[in-house]
């Protein structure tokens, strides 16, 4: 009886030992992660906002794909989602989204589009 009780007690310190040892790795992942991102001279702030930003890229490469004719108040809408979008992706290196490029381009045009248009109107 003696011997499952302390076998179970050291089956307890093994999980317990996993478990340390899982969270000191994934503290330690972070923390590689973070130095990587300031030694290519990038802000922590400014990399979670291009993460945002690309996800918001998405969502105008589509609205920009589908939409020829937009109403006014849509175009003020692309045209301010849009400059976030260029001005987080603008403090990013270049090669963090190059898969996104042409996404990129064609939010860029379609922005264009918009700014000629309205300029034209007024």
């Known amino acids: ?11 307890e310190m093994l999980i317990m030992a996993i478990a340390y040892i899982l969270v000191f790795a994934v503290f ?15 802000n922590i702030k400014d990399f979670y906002t291009f993460i945002e930003a690309n996800q918001v890229l998405d969502k105008l490469y589509l609205f920009a794909r589908q ?10 809408i692309y045209l301010r989602e849009a400059e976030k979008v260029f001005r ?31 300029w034209n109107n007024n």
């Open 67 to 76: 939409y020829e004719n937009m109403s006014s108040q849509e175009q003020i």
């Open 28 to 42: 330690a992942l972070i923390l590689y992660a973070f130095m990587q991102l300031k030694l290519a001279g990038i």
């Open 88 to 118: 987080a992706f603008e403090k990013v290196p270049t090669e963090l989204w190059e898969e996104e490029y042409n996404k990129y381009k064609e939010v860029l045009n379609k922005y264009k589009d918009i700014r000629m248009v309205r």
């Open 1 to 11: 009886m003696q011997e499952i009780i302390e076998n179970k007690r050291g089956g």
